[in-house]
């Protein structure tokens, strides 16, 4: 991953996809030979000059002002996570080049396992290359399929390698789509990093499905929404699912699960809970203390 490659293909995948109708700007001609908008249409919704985006759209972004990044953005119609996105491959390809790096972000805290295990919810921690660190129970049983592969499972290489994957995920396209924009944020926040580069080139070297989408650039947060799961045990689920990031641990994510009372889904979770609490006598009890005579 090279940030001023990825400046380069980033904007014009962005161009690439907006007409010059969502633009507002009238078409001239039939027979235009590109079906996104022109650098010379960017630039005038920009307010800057060809020469000027054209070296942007190359990677070369010097010391491009906030204001002329917000002119691009906003000619380009980018969302939150894309905007974000191009500041963050900006200033990294303003910056000298470091060595390949390696973040470990694998170390649970004591009290982040405590509070998993204390809620009734499905929950799981995980980290910004989809490896999951952590879950209670029930959150492992609700993602059995994962811990069937490996006792310490990565939900995209799971999503990707594993046939299985198309059967548990009922929405599998989405989940393939907003798996790769989620890892196109993290490769954006430190492209550097060795631990999220090697699994990016296992995948794009062992799947047709990512290589294609990770081509496309595409970036999504992935904060809250619902998910779809064809459980093996209690059969289709609809969750709601809420992603919060753990501010004293950088790159970790705490995911937790629910569903409407008295739902359908709320009764399977409830029967799956049974099945994944140990049984009575089974947990580490106090012993008695003798008698003193």
Do not use: C
């Amino acid at each position: 991953m090279n940030p001023k490659d990825d400046i380069r293909d980033f904007l014009a995948t962005r161009r690439a996809r907006l007409t010059p109708d969502q633009a507002g700007l009238p078409i001239y001609g039939a027979n235009r030979r590109v079906t996104g908008l022109r650098r010379e249409e960017v630039a005038l919704l920009a307010g800057i000059s060809v020469e000027y985006y054209t070296r942007l759209e190359r990677g070369n972004v010097g010391s491009v002002s906030e204001s002329v990044l917000e002119g691009v953005a906003h000619a380009l119609q980018l969302d939150e996570a894309e905007r974000d996105h191009l500041y963050r491959l900006v200033r990294t390809a303003s910056t000298r080049k470091p060595s390949r790096r390696t973040t470990s972000r694998t170390r649970v805290r004591p009290t982040i396992q405590r509070m998993l295990d204390l809620m009734p919810a499905p929950a799981y921690l995980r980290n910004g290359r989809f490896d999951v660190l952590a879950a209670n129970a029930i959150g492992r049983a609700l993602y059995s399929p994962l811990y069937d592969e490996s006792d310490h499972p990565n939900s995209a290489r799971f999503a990707f390698l594993n046939p299985a994957a198309a059967e548990f995920f009922t929405d599998y396209d989405k989940l393939l789509d907003d798996s790769v924009a989620f890892l196109r944020v993290e490769a954006g926040r430190d492209p550097y990093d060795k631990d999220l580069q090697d699994p990016i080139g296992e995948l794009s070297t062992r799947s047709e499905r990512f290589r294609q989408r990770w081509a496309s650039h595409d970036v999504r947060y992935h904060r809250s929404g619902s998910k779809r799961l064809h459980h093996p045990l209690v059969g289709d689920l609809t969750l709601d699912f809420e992603s919060f990031e753990l501010p004293g641990d950088a790159g970790q994510r705490l995911n937790v699960y629910t569903a409407p009372p008295d739902s359908p889904t709320a009764e399977a979770l409830a029967l799956l809970a049974s099945w994944s609490t140990p049984a009575a006598g089974s947990l580490t009890e106090p012993r008695p203390r003798p008698r003193r005579a």
